[in-house]
């Protein structure tokens, strides 16, 4: 383990959950490594740990602004375990609220809807779009409302979590301590200097379920490996002679490739960022921003992969698809943007059948973590490191 500042309390706790030989496992070089051992995908005590440690101190992506985009919008998701709504309030502003109520702690929200206020399903509290207390039916006795101008203060008003946005895309910081935004895509930003990402816009998304741990698919994400064997149309387009392993950049994994020829799905029929040089109208980029903002930048496009862990084998995945201009909602670009979404979860698909074998192996005592390819592997090896980290800093 490279000495950074950790806290040994948490390393006994890693340690009891992985085993001591399944921790220095993760701090070995490549040649010697092996994966995270099968605790990490099968344990509830260690979900705890990534959602507490992980989740809940990083910036998770929440959703496209396109997804609320009137006022009195919400949709209620759940990060780091925690409830949270996103919501568009009176002014236009996008705000994340704690989604539970401060009266018995009832969950608000439970699906994507517009209103005008909140209002708890249980007694009838009524919050405003900011989360200030407005009114509390019948609490001091039957037919009397105390009704609040300006909210109820820091013990009644629902609590605000941190929230930014970034060229239509919503993050949300739960514990408040990550470091700026832009900081933390910054990465990124630096190595698509070319791509103008003020002229992307929301072309829908698609849900999964995945009966999988949510590390499986960032570390499927960033390997190319099974390309050769799990994606034969994604070989066609981008043969492996041209690929390399990628590699990490702090906290941001990055990856490369020009392919030979655009085709549907990725690059034809649709307009590219404007103003973007030839030499990258054949390129795709890909990154992740760790924890899970897992972000293709192709000449035509900028598409997400979002997981939110449910359990430690179940998984929502969000696939989030955003194109240039009107591209993404006019009519005449139906066919071609139609075909993207389809490039999309087909892939997503093959990718999903394996990670749903990877989650059922991990059932077996004679599997450690594996052997990894020094060639291919060594980020996704990182990725496990990484989580461990980030649960034993102080
Ligand atoms: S729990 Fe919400 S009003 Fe009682
Ligand atoms: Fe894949």
Not at 49 to 73: C, M, R, T, Y
Not at 209 to 228: I, P, Q, T
Not at 231 to 236: A, G, I, Q, S
């Amino acid at each position: 383990m490279d000495a950074f500042n950790h806290d040994p309390k948490m390393v006994e706790k890693v340690k009891v959950l992985l085993g001591e030989e399944g921790f220095e496992q993760t701090f070995a070089p490549i040649e010697e490594a092996s994966g995270l051992p099968n605790a990490a995908y099968w344990s509830e005590d260690w979900l705890k740990l990534e959602q507490e440690h992980v989740f809940q101190k990083s910036w998770v992506f929440a959703g496209a602004e396109a997804e609320i985009p009137e006022n009195g919008d919400m949709k209620p998701l759940s990060i780091g375990g925690a409830p949270l709504v996103i919501v568009r309030d009176q002014d236009g502003s996008v705000r994340a609220l704690h989604n539970v109520c401060r009266h018995r702690g009832a969950k608000l929200v439970t699906k994507p809807c517009r209103k005008a206020s909140f209002t708890c399903p249980y007694h009838a509290w009524n919050y405003g779009l900011n989360g200030k207390l407005r009114a509390r039916p019948h609490f001091s006795g039957a037919d009397q409302i105390d009704r609040f101008e300006d909210g109820g203060g820091p013990k009644l008003d629902l609590v605000e979590a941190r929230c930014e946005t970034w060229n239509g895309c919503i993050f949300v910081n739960v514990s408040g301590t990550a470091e700026p935004l832009l900081d933390w895509l910054r990465p990124m930003l630096n190595r698509t200097k070319n791509y103008d990402y003020s002229s992307i816009r929301w072309a829908g998304k698609i849900d999964f379920e995945v009966d999988a741990n949510w590390k499986l698919v960032y570390e499927n994400y960033m390997e190319g490996y099974h390309v050769f064997a799990v994606h034969p149309k994604l070989l066609k387009f981008a043969p492996m002679n041209v690929r390399w392993s990628g590699e990490w950049d702090d906290h941001v994994f990055y990856n490369d490739y020009i392919f030979p020829e655009i085709e549907e799905g990725r690059g034809d029929g649709l307009p590219h960022y404007p103003d973007l040089p030839e030499d990258d109208a054949k390129r795709g980029l890909w990154f992740l921003a760790f924890p899970h903002f897992a972000a293709e930048v192709f000449p035509d496009q900028f598409t997400l992969l979002v997981s939110y862990p449910i359990a430690p084998n179940k998984t929502r995945e969000e696939l989030h698809v955003f194109l240039i201009g009107e591209a993404a909602t006019s009519d005449i670009y139906k066919e071609p943007r139609e075909a993207v979404m389809k490039m999309w979860d087909d892939l997503n698909r093959e990718d999903i059948g394996m990670l749903e074998l990877l989650q059922e192996g991990r059932l077996s005592p004679a599997y450690d973590g594996g052997r990894l390819s020094p060639h291919w592997e060594d980020p996704t090896h990182q990725f496990g490191r990484r989580i461990v980290e980030k649960i034993i800093e102080a």
